[in-house]
């Protein structure tokens, strides 16, 4: 099964495949009603590095331009 979801992962960045979030959750709740855990439904995203922290505050938010 682990090739298919490689497979999948390809297909979804190569844009072959929308991933509807709505679904996606969806699916999820549906299988925790279920009774399978969450740690069977996701899989942690792999990513490079560690997440930065910037030491800026945050600018105020400006007026509306509209």
């Known amino acids: 099964m682990r090739a298919d979801l490689e497979e999948l992962t390809y297909l979804i960045a190569a844009g072959e ?3 509807d979030p709505q679904a996606v959750a969806g699916a999820i709740l549906k299988r925790r ?3 399978q855990p969450l740690s069977e439904v996701l899989v942690p995203a792999e990513v490079e ?3 930065i922290r910037s030491e800026q ?3 105020a ?3 509306d331009v509209a």
């Open 17 to 19: 495949y929308e991933v």
């Open 33 to 35: 009603r279920g009774g």
């Open 49 to 51: 590095g560690r997440a």
């Open 57 to 59: 505050a945050e600018p």
């Open 61 to 63: 938010p400006g007026g």
